[in-house]
């Protein structure tokens, strides 16, 4: 069995039966994880290659290449696998949130403010699955994916980057 080389991208196997790194999710898990998870249709991630560098960063990129790739990035950083719970990226959830259907909770102005802003919040009138959500706000009609937060026990707490909060 290969091992995992962090300075490197490393390209996922499409199935667990195709894992040569110990550990390594396959394509397929990743692409179950967004559709059980969230209601990502499995069809969005059809021209994407998953990639992971280090331990449990999964890369999406729109295309192909070699592997193993030794360059600093490749496509978007999409998803956390190195925790018992999977934990998407804010660029992921603003790229693909607009497809979620399951596990989505809408932010209104206030709330949306103060989760941008990296603040905690007390929401106990959620009623679906504890855990990451994909945050969104409604603007010009359409909703809109903000980032990711972590929900549990009636706080949704804001997973969104420190160099990325903004005070509106």
Request: with cysteine.
């Amino acid at each position: 069995m290969r091992e995992n080389v962090g300075r490197r991208f490393g390209r996922v196997p499409e199935t667990d039966a195709d894992r040569e790194v110990e550990g390594r999710p396959s394509r397929e898990a990743i692409v179950d994880f967004w559709h059980d998870r969230y209601g990502i249709p499995r069809e969005t991630w059809a021209d994407y290659s998953f990639w992971e560098r280090g331990s449990g960063k999964i890369w999406a990129f729109h295309g192909e290449v070699p592997s193993p790739v030794r360059i600093q990035g490749l496509g978007m950083a999409v998803l956390r696998t190195d925790h018992d719970h999977w934990k998407p990226t804010t660029n992921a959830a603003q790229r693909f949130g607009r497809l979620a259907t399951e596990c989505v909770i809408d932010l209104s102005s206030d709330e949306a403010e103060a989760f941008v802003a990296g603040h905690d919040q007390e929401l106990p009138d959620w009623d679906g699955d504890w855990g990451y959500l994909i945050a969104t706000h409604e603007l010009a009609g359409e909703r809109e994916p903000i980032g990711v937060g972590l929900y549990l026990h009636g706080e949704l707490r804001s997973q969104i980057p420190k160099g990325r909060q903004r005070d509106l």
